[in-house]
């Protein structure tokens, strides 16, 4: 299969273990959108309209304020509040201007990610292998699938999908039960094993 600008990256993705790979996937699509919101494309006026259009979320506005670039935000900020001083409630329609190019970014990959797991055999040993995927890209790919591929193809991928998905809820669901169970005072000073960080765990699936 030829490599693409979105099938090397996610070959790269899987071949690390722990994480969902599509959480890493799109952490680093986060940052790329948050230094090309305030590098030179916020001059483009194209790229500029979309900024005043859209602004950017609590989340996002945080993490470009912490930045160095400080005098772009400013100029970005003063734009957009003038965009909703002048529109209004037409102005607050829109996703955060990183949360859609994440989101539009992010439905390549997952649509690309289901093509290799039928067309890539490397590839689908490594999704059939993977320790770990959080729901809501789950829930994503699953979505992207369904639309794209034909009914077989979509049962294969979904199969494989909930095959991964069970062996690590089945792991997580055995631990939380033994770390509720080690508040009892039964239990008391019992050592914790591979449970006592089950909420941390869980929390990458979620």
Do not use: W
Not at 22 to 39: D, H, M, P, R, V
Not at 183 to 202: P, S
Request: one cysteine or more; glycine letters at 4%; a positive charge.
């Amino acid at each position: 299969m030829q490599s693409t600008i979105y099938t090397i990256p996610l070959h790269d993705a899987f071949d690390v273990p722990g994480e969902c790979p599509f959480c890493s996937i799109q952490e680093k699509i986060e940052t790329e959108a948050t230094e090309y919101a305030l590098g030179p494309a916020m001059m483009e006026p194209d790229t500029r309209i979309d900024l005043n259009k859209r602004g950017f979320c609590r989340k996002h506005f945080s993490a470009l304020a912490q930045r160095k670039n400080k005098l772009a935000l400013a100029l970005v900020l003063e734009t957009r509040l003038a965009e909703i001083l002048r529109t209004g409630e037409d102005a607050l329609s829109g996703e955060c201007f990183v949360c859609n190019r994440t989101e539009q970014h992010m439905k390549r990959y997952l649509s690309n990610a289901a093509y290799m797991f039928l067309n890539d055999a490397s590839f689908r040993m490594k999704f059939e292998t993977r320790e770990r995927f959080c729901l809501p890209h789950v829930k994503q790919l699953l979505e992207i699938s369904k639309k794209e591929l034909k009914r077989k193809q979509y049962a294969e991928l979904r199969t494989a999908v909930f095959t991964v998905l069970q062996r690590d809820l089945n792991a997580l669901r055995s631990d939380a039960r033994k770390f509720a169970d080690s508040f009892d005072y039964r239990n008391a000073g019992k050592e914790l094993g591979a449970e006592k960080d089950i909420l941390n765990r869980a929390e990458l699936v979620m």
